[in-house]
């Protein structure tokens, strides 16, 4: 039966990763008895955890080998703690006792600071909400919750208002982790049955940031243990700031009581930002990097780039390594030539906008282009619409069908095909669909 094991370990490597693998399976001790086989674990935690991630992939893995179905359960054996993991740092540094005033959980990036944030209408609210909570921690907006979408600054202004929070009181216990760090650490804690030190690690700050909390949606062990750290610490008037992708309400699978705690306090959204901001944003990060940017740059990237402040500092990145890379100073020829690829993946634009435009072009309306109706005129924008809808919006065949007047996704595919021959040995119709898709994509990419 040790062999079978042997020969399983390997497959289930595959399967379930080298993390998960070197964390849940190596440790399992195989045995065996007349009625199966027997996994050994150490505690009643290991043992839920395999039983409803693992268990499936073990006893088809072992059948596939065994050549035959296997009988396979798990018990505790009380004897044996769990190995170390390796990789795991939490493990090796103990927590330290609650009286020394030194725990800090989690890292903060050195230049995410309020002086690097760019304000503006789009940030106001939140920026200000962040600015007072550092100012009286645990005292109004508790808990602050900031959401937004990807990329425009939650965990840049949560890292700034602990920078402050620890300037203002460099002893502060402060824990700034994403919720997904928060979940680790206790799998890790409850796997090593040291929750005695998960809970006096948490409860015994004096704030606790915890960014993404959206991460906890589904994760219901984790939110019970959450809902429990945030009543112990907001009970003791500590503070407490929470980021999200959405809304508290708006989270799928939070937990209602959850939900009404986070609702409790302050939330303040996170827009993405007007043009204005988003020049200023790349003046300041440009300066940042001494390098120097002018105008006319500023703007090409803050109306192309695409909507988050991430994608913007890419596209600046990328202006930037362009111009080091040739040894010359960024002009607005280079800049552009630099974004070009980008503005090729930025959002394409929708099979509306692609239907307006053609028939514009072709002096017809919208609803012609729709319709069965089928003059050779009509057919012939049709089809290069349905082409164009395919190439610049970049829409599914049936999706296509759908939206031009719910016909068949094969009528799509055929146009596809005829717009795509016909392009090769009309050279008008080439020029056209150039043109048509240039203006689409820059219109897109506005
Ligand atoms: P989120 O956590 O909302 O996904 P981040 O905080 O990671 O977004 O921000 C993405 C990038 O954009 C970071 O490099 C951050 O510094 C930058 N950024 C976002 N908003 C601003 C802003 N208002 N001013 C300056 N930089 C910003
Ligand atoms: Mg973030």
């Not at 208002?161 to 300037?167: D, F, I, M, P, V």
């Not at 998960?198 to 606790?208: E, I, N, P, S, T």
């Not at 780039?305 to 991430?310: E, F, K, N, P």
Request: proline residues 5%; glycine residues 6%.
């Amino acid at each position: 039966m040790a062999e079978l094991w042997s020969a399983a370990l390997p497959l289930l490597r595959q399967q379930v990763g080298e993390r998960n693998f070197v964390t849940w399976i190596e440790p399992i001790r195989c045995t065996s008895n007349t009625s199966g086989v027997e996994l050994e674990v150490p505690n009643r935690f290991f043992q839920e955890w395999i039983t409803r991630h693992f268990l499936n992939a073990i006893r088809s893995t072992l059948a596939a080998v065994a050549g035959e179905p296997c009988a396979v359960r798990t018990v505790i054996n009380e004897g044996w703690s769990a190995p170390p993991l390796p990789p795991l740092p939490a493990r090796r540094e103990p927590a330290p006792p609650p009286a020394r005033r030194t725990a800090k959980i989690g890292h903060l990036v050195a230049h995410y600071t309020f002086e690097t944030f760019v304000v503006g209408d789009a940030n106001q609210v939140a920026y200000q909400a962040a600015i007072a909570v550092a100012e009286a921690p645990g005292r109004r907006f508790n808990p602050l919750f900031l959401h937004g979408g990807v990329g425009l600054g939650k965990t840049h202004l949560a890292n700034a208002l602990a920078h402050e929070l620890l300037k203002r009181n460099p002893r502060q216990r402060l824990a700034s982790l994403s919720a997904e760090s928060f979940m680790n650490s206790l799998i890790t804690s409850l796997r090593q049955d040291q929750m005695a030190q998960f809970r006096d690690r948490f409860r015994h700050v004096d704030a606790l940031i915890l960014d993404d909390v959206q991460f906890l949606a589904g994760k219901e062990r984790t939110q019970e243990e959450f809902f429990h750290t945030f009543n112990s610490l907001y009970g003791g008037g500590k503070q407490i700031v929470l980021t999200s992708d959405k809304a508290p309400a708006a989270i799928a699978g939070l937990e209602q009581r959850l939900k009404s705690r986070f609702e409790g306090g302050l939330i303040a959204d996170i827009h993405p930002p007007t043009l204005a901001m988003r020049v200023e944003i790349v003046r300041q990060k440009a300066a940042a990097l001494a390098c120097s940017l002018p105008e006319e740059v500023a703007w090409l990237l803050a109306r192309t780039a695409g909507a988050s402040v991430r994608e913007l500092e890419g596209a600046l990145t990328r202006v930037l390594a362009a111009a080091t890379l040739r040894g010359v100073a960024v002009t607005m020829e280079l800049a552009q030539q630099a974004l070009r690829p980008l503005a090729r993946q930025g959002a394409p634009a929708s099979v509306e906008l692609v239907q307006e435009a053609v028939s514009r072009h072709f002096k017809i309306s919208v609803a012609d282009l729709k319709s069965h109706r089928r003059e050779r005129s009509l057919t012939h924008a049709r089809q290069l619409a349905m082409y164009l809808s395919r190439v610049v919006a970049d829409a599914s065949f049936p999706a296509i069908a759908e939206k031009f007047g719910g016909r068949d996704h094969s009528t799509v595919m055929h146009a596809v095909r005829v717009v795509e021959e016909r392009r090769t040995g009309d050279p008008a119709l080439a020029d056209l669909i150039v043109s048509l898709e240039g203006s689409l994509r820059s219109r897109s990419a506005a």
